[in-house]
Structures are given as structure tokens and as C-alpha cells.
């Protein structure tokens, strides 16, 4: 859960309304409404009746977002996109589960700034790895990787996995799935706290998002240092950025015209395309042709 939004699961409520003398027992005095889409919400109960066709696995980080959006910002995200996704697939008819979220990523170009906490692609692979042999155990063999942080990358995981396993691995970096609307949606380009990350807060977890006493943000302006290497700067060499000399207070992107109406607009777009998406794959039979479109 991403502790921002109470689930929707009633507790047990229990009416201690025994006889004297007798042996008190609690009473079920509300329905439990778990979502059967959400593992961490769902029960062996019906687990054991119900087999799951895809499995969502969110992978968020615990690091600085400038100075006004929390540590868990990529791990709220993760498990807020991947809510909205899983239910309205659901909803559509996917049988879809999601994952609790993985709350660590890769940090190590964050390292100079307190409590960017790392764990390094080789352990976060082999976390996943162990998790995909997990899933594939309980009979699910497809799996979507769906990745918050711009510091985890996958692709190398899954080349790895690749003949290895039973499993079929989808990665959806889901800040990148509105690549082409996204201008219809935001002023400013994002790269970490900026108007994108600052309007879904705004929309999803308002109460941790810190503004001074005329009510703007906290933030400072998220501008970056330019490389000085054109090449780096017109993204023909890349390479992992110190990002305590990339920035002012960890912020690269500027966040004072994010609001709530454009972090909904973008989880409703969102939604649309990655649902969709799950809805296809929950209904695909894994047959000889997998992932490819079956021959005329
Ligand atoms: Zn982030």
C-alpha cells in the first residue's frame, strides 16, 4: 500500500457480545471489501480458488524530490499507477494482480545526498529474479515490471532472464508512456520533481507536498547544470549524473505551475493506454508465437 490513501478494506470490526459465562466471540459486524486485484489486500482464501493471468510489479526509490515533494514520491507513484491500471483492467475483465512495491531503487549517482537510499542494479536484479521464480511457482507467467525511477534500469534484467525463465517479462517505465501527449498535458519538462512528479502529488498525495506560508511550494526552481561536452548535452555520450553537481537541491525540472487537475488529467490518460494493455496481454494465450501477432 502506499500508505497515502486508506484502502478500502473495512477491518474487522468485532462486537464483543458473548453470554456471561459463555466464550466471547467476535462478530463480523461490516463486509471486508478487499480488492482481488491487490495482493497485499487479497487472502489465501482466494488465492487458492483463484489463479492470476499477469502479475504488476511497481519498483519505486527513496530519495530527495527537491525541496517540497517526500522521500517516497517514486514509491507513492508506483503503487498509485499501478492501482488505477490493475483496476480498470480488471474492470475490463483482465485477470491482473499487483505486487506490494519494491520501495528501493538504484541511487548510486545520489549518493552525496542524505538518505537517497541504493540498492545496486545487480542486487535489484537479483531481488526481482527471485521474485519472478516466486510468480512463475504459483503458476504466473507474466509479469510487468513497472518502474518509477529514472535510475533503475531493466532491460539488461530481463535480456538475462531471457531463455532462463518460464516467465514472459514486460518492463513500462510509466513516465515515458504520455512521451507524445505530454506537452497537451504540462508547461515544463520533468526530469525529477518537476511539474509532472508535482502535479501528481498535488492530485494523489497532497498532504505531503510542502509549501511555505503563502501557499507556493518549497521548492526551489529544479534548474540543471548544462554538461560542458556537447555530446553529452545533445545526447549522443550519456553517462550517470552526480546529481549533487547537476542541481540545487536535487530538483531538475521546474515544478511552481503543477497543479492537481493536470496530475488526474495525465492518471486518466495513463490509465487508458496501460489498461488497455493489460487487458490484451491477460487475454493472450502464451502459444508458440508469443508476444507475436499470429501468422494470416
Ligand atoms: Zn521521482
Avoid at 545520489?110 to 529474479?129: D, E, G, R, S
Avoid at 486518466?268 to 502459444?287: G, I, K, N, W, Y
Amino acid at each position: 500500500m502506499s500508505g497515502v490513501r486508506v484502502p478500502s478494506v473495512t477491518l474487522f470490526s468485532c462486537a464483543l457480545a458473548g453470554r456471561p459465562g459463555t466464550r466471547r466471540t467476535p462478530q463480523l459486524t461490516s463486509v471486508m471489501r478487499m480488492r482481488p486485484w491487490v495482493l497485499a489486500e487479497t487472502n489465501y482464501g482466494h488465492t487458492r480458488q483463484h489463479q492470476y493471468e499477469v502479475a504488476v510489479l511497481p519498483l519505486g526509490a527513496t530519495e530527495p524530490h527537491n525541496l517540497h515533494l517526500p522521500y517516497g514520491t517514486d514509491l507513492f507513484e508506483g503503487s498509485i499507477v499501478g492501482e488505477h491500471i490493475c483496476e480498470a483492467a480488471h474492470q475490463q475483465g483482465a485477470n491482473v494482480v499487483l505486487l506490494p512495491t519494491i520501495p528501493y531503487g538504484t541511487e548510486t549517482n545520489m549518493h552525496a545526498l542524505p538518505l537517497a537510499l541504493n540498492l545496486n542494479p545487480t542486487t535489484l536484479n537479483q531481488v526481482i529474479t527471485d521474485l519472478v521464480d516466486s510468480l512463475v511457482g504459483s503458476g504466473v507467467r507474466k509479469i510487468v515490471l513497472l518502474n518509477s525511477h529514472g535510475g533503475n534500469e531493466f532491460k539488461p534484467l530481463l535480456r538475462e532472464l531471457c531463455g532462463r525463465t518460464e516467465a514472459a517479462l514486460f518492463l513500462c517505465n510509466w513516465y515515458k508512456v504520455l512521451s507524445d501527449v505530454y506537452s497537451e498535458i504540462f508547461d515544463h519538462p520533468d526530469d525529477h520533481a518537476g511539474e509532472m512528479e508535482t502535479s501528481f502529488a498535488l492530485a494523489f498525495f497532497p498532504q505531503f507536498v510542502a509549501r511555505q506560508e503563502d501557499g507556493s511550494l518549497t521548492a526551489d526552481d529544479g534548474r540543471p547544470r548544462p554538461s560542458r561536452f556537447e555530446a553529452v548535452q545533445e545526447g549522443w555520450v550519456s553517462m550517470t549524473r552526480p546529481w549533487h553537481l547537476l542541481t540545487t537541491n536535487s530538483g531538475c525540472g521546474y515544478p511552481h505551475e503543477a497543479t492537481a487537475e493536470k496530475g488526474q488529467q495525465m492518471m486518466q490518460r495513463l490509465t487508458e493506454r496501460l489498461s488497455r494493455f493489460l487487458v490484451e496481454l491477460s487475454a493472450s494465450p502464451m502459444d508458440e508465437q508469443f508476444p507475436f501477432a499470429m501468422d494470416d
